[in-house]
């Protein structure tokens, strides 16, 4: 199941608008779907990702908002094995630049995979008829 909410892009009234409307519900349903999970027995066959399409700009813009920031994002993964409490990797003092275990979207998307017992070396024809590899990352073995 795939949850999502379009409202995210806070170039202006960062601030207000993700203390006012966007984290409250998260603050709220995120824990509480890990609770239930857990109180249902099914945490540890089934994986939470909280994932981002990029990250925020470090340094705020003159309307009080973050631009785009593909340099540094980040990921939640919870359940299915993933252990809890888990921090992995670090940005600069900024927040700008990581500075620590860099991982990238093909790497998340190879955890998955290994998560739900897909191959991660699993090779598709393009509509030309050449081989390509789906993904070039590796699973996350702190995740695994």
Request: glycine share 10%; aromatic share 6%.
């Amino acid at each position: 199941m795939t949850v999502t909410d379009g409202s995210w892009d806070t170039h202006a009234n960062n601030f207000k608008s993700l203390k006012e409307s966007r984290l409250p519900p998260v603050d709220q349903a995120l824990p509480q779907l890990l609770a239930d999970l857990e109180q249902q027995g099914m945490l540890d066959t089934t994986l939470v990702c909280w994932l981002t399409d990029f990250g925020r700009t470090p340094k705020i813009n003159s309307a009080s908002g973050r631009d785009h920031w593909a340099t540094s994002g980040f990921a939640i993964m919870a359940g299915a094995g993933v252990p809890g409490g888990a921090i992995l990797g670090a940005t600069d003092g900024e927040g700008g630049h990581v500075v620590q275990n860099e991982y990238n979207s093909p790497d998340i998307a190879a955890t998955v995979y290994s998560k739900l017992g897909l191959p991660i070396d699993l090779i598709v024809q393009s509509p030309d008829n050449r081989p390509v590899r789906l993904i070039d990352g590796h699973p996350i073995k702190e995740w695994m």
